[in-house]
């Protein structure tokens, strides 16, 4: 299997095309010109996820397949907005190997677009039941505030790595923890089985981000659909570079990042400081650590069919190159 892959689900079949089903219908319902714009980024797909997770974490028990794709829409929803989001304040081209929403559309529409796609993954709740209402917009609450304090924070040469960190487990452990929760819950798991899973996906959210900022220092831009550098050029530092910063803070690094704008060479020089100061290989291991303790809340948990999948997934997730 391809690192970048995850596994094949076969308890619920056929969940992927109803999602984007479901997602399609959501976008369009209210405003059929955003709902257009929305359209071209679920289009494109990405890696679901964050809905496999909720399906998988759902075989612990039995759900109706109905109330889980839509919580699964109202999660993927909530993602895809942010991203548009993200794009719009990192100035990103593109998105998933296509032209960006707001390098097609321009920011205004982008923004527009992003808050409309927000407000129809709030829609979805209304087919929910009240604690999984509750669940998701905890979850909307701490992926704003984590997205606020990335902002906050922008061009901060000398910010703390614990904030960081908990940026990380705010921004996107959040949208990990909640579809493990919410599967389990929908299933109607014992409370300790879906705190296991709900702890097993923040740590799964961690090892994924941090991987995920790494290969913005040493990915191949053609397989992640996006170029690399990005992240620095909008003023977003990662845990690698961070840790760079602190080894050398009156270096050349230093230096570049202290100011905006960025050249593509510059980003690149950059880059190329960080991956030999070291610290690319540091964040790997705490990567691989937090890999290590999703697999341990997994090992709480009795036997069960999507078991043995999450297990794959915490495995690829940190191996993957995309």
Not at 108 to 137: F, I, Q, R
Not at 156 to 184: S, W
Request: aromatic share 4%; net charge negative; glycine share 10%.
């Amino acid at each position: 299997m391809n690192s970048s892959e995850t596994p094949p689900l076969s308890t619920y079949t056929g969940w992927s095309a109803r999602l984007a089903d479901t997602m399609y219908e959501a976008v369009t319902a209210q405003d059929a010109g955003l709902g257009r714009i929305a359209a071209e980024l679920i289009r494109h797909g990405g890696k679901r996820l964050r809905p496999q997770l909720l399906f998988l974490s759902a075989s612990l028990g039995e759900a109706d397949e109905g109330l889980l794709l839509h919580a699964a829409a109202a999660i993927e929803l909530l993602h895809v907005g942010s991203l548009m989001h993200d794009d719009v304040m990192d100035g990103a081209a593109t998105r998933r190997g296509a032209p960006s929403v707001n390098s097609r559309w321009g920011n205004a529409y982008a923004a527009t677009t992003g808050t409309h796609v927000l407000a129809c993954a709030m829609a979805e709740l209304t087919h929910l039941p009240h604690d999984a209402v509750s669940a998701v917009t905890e979850g909307a609450f701490a992926l704003s505030s984590g997205q606020l304090r990335e902002t906050e924070h922008a061009y901060d040469t000398e910010l703390a790595i614990d904030e960081h960190l908990e940026i990380i487990r705010m921004k996107t452990a959040t949208l990990f923890a909640l579809p493990c929760r919410l599967g389990a819950e929908l299933a109607g798991g014992d409370p300790r089985l879906v705190d296991a899973l709900s702890r097993f996906g923040q740590q799964l959210g961690i090892a994924f981000q941090l991987t995920d900022d790494l290969l913005d220092l040493v990915g191949d831009p053609a397989d992640l659909g996006k170029p690399t550098g990005t992240d620095m050029r909008a003023g977003v530092f990662s845990h690698s570079v961070l840790l760079a910063l602190r080894r050398n803070p009156g270096g050349r690094l230093a230096a570049l990042l202290r100011h905006k704008n960025l050249t593509v060479h510059e980003a690149a020089e950059a880059a190329a400081l960080v991956r030999m100061g070291g610290t690319v290989g540091t964040t790997r291991e705490l990567a691989h650590t937090h890999a290590a303790r999703a697999a341990a809340a997994l090992a709480e948990l009795p036997d069960f069919p999507g078991r043995e999948a999450l297990a794959t997934i915490t495995r690829s997730v940190v191996s993957r190159t995309r």
